[in-house]
């Protein structure tokens, strides 16, 4: 049973559809979103507009933008969209213990939050050491490990921005375990690795909207498939194809 439900944009009170967020054509073309599934997946090109989505959804549960638990208040750029006050929520009848929104992109400007919070908060949730100390995957880890516990809300940016193919096992190792205890997980990713969790929903963020699709489907899994299968033909072809004079 999930913590949040549906998403929904109400589509009649947007004043203006040709001004960012809502000009992207992700944006545009939006409106329901179901997660009926402990682990969901945003996928697409860079630029789609998952960040600005998985911010907005964060936004309107509670969350500072920028990242952290929802008791997080720092702010350190201008602003982030207005899409979430155009979101409707659709909430399960439980409510989540914990959660955490983290972004790759703003993640060491959360650890420095985290050390303002003192030792005490660092020594019990966080692991001891101050994330500054840690390498940023270490730090990551720590935190998935440390922080993230059971029946949690948790939204994730391109988590895997910081980990090494062994880590992003490790970290789908405690998103099952954290699974298993009743957490709720959405996550933005470009990882093969990260989106291969079984019976997760994926939802391919086109500018035609956002569809769900298989694993199997998805441009990360067959690009990085044919990739690996032959990297010196695919070099070969790509390589040829851009600079046919060479
Ligand atoms: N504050 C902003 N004002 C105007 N455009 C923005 C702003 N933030 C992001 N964008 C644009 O919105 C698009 C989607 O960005 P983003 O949500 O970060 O994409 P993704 O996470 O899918 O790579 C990008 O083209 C980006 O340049
Ligand atoms: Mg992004």
């Known amino acids: ?15 203006d ?9 992700l944006i545009r073309s939006l409106s329901t979103v179901e997660f009926d599934s402990s682990v969901t997946f945003f996928v697409g090109a860079n630029g789609a507009g998952k ?14 933008a920028e990242g952290g638990s929802r008791n997080f208040h720092f702010t350190t750029r201008a602003s982030h969209s207005h899409l979430h ?3 409707d929520i659709a909430r399960g009848t439980r409510k989540p213990r914990t959660g955490y929104f983290l972004r ?9 939050e985290v050390d303002q919070l003192g030792s005490d908060i660092i020594a019990g949730a966080y692991g001891g050491r101050s994330l500054h100390e840690q390498s940023h995957g270490e730090s990551f880890l720590t935190l998935m490990v440390e922080r993230f516990t059971s029946n949690g809300l948790y939204l994730l940016d391109e988590p ?13 190792a405690r998103i099952h375990n954290l699974v298993s205890q009743g957490s709720q997980f959405l996550i933005a990713t470009h990882s093969p690795i990260l989106m ?3 019976g997760a929903t994926i939802y391919a ?21 044919d990739f690996l299968q032959a990297p010196e033909q695919f070099l070969r072809e790509l390589l040829n194809a851009d600079s046919p004079g060479v």
């Open 17 to 25: 559809f040709d001004t960012y967020p809502f000009c992207l054509p």
């Open 104 to 112: 790759a992109e703003s993640f060491f400007n959360v650890a420095t």
């Open 51 to 64: 960040s600005t989505l998985l911010e907005a959804i964060a936004v309107a549960l509670g969350f500072n």
């Open 205 to 225: 963020c086109e500018r035609t909207g956002i569809s769900r699709v298989a694993y199997q489907d998805t441009e990360h899994y067959r690009t990085t498939r």
């Open 196 to 198: 291969a969790y079984p």
């Open 85 to 87: 006050a155009y979101l």
């Open 1 to 15: 049973m999930n913590y949040l439900k549906r998403i929904r944009l109400a589509r009649s009170i947007v004043e």
């Open 160 to 172: 895997e921005a910081a980990l090494s193919p062994t880590s992003q096992l490790a970290a789908l």
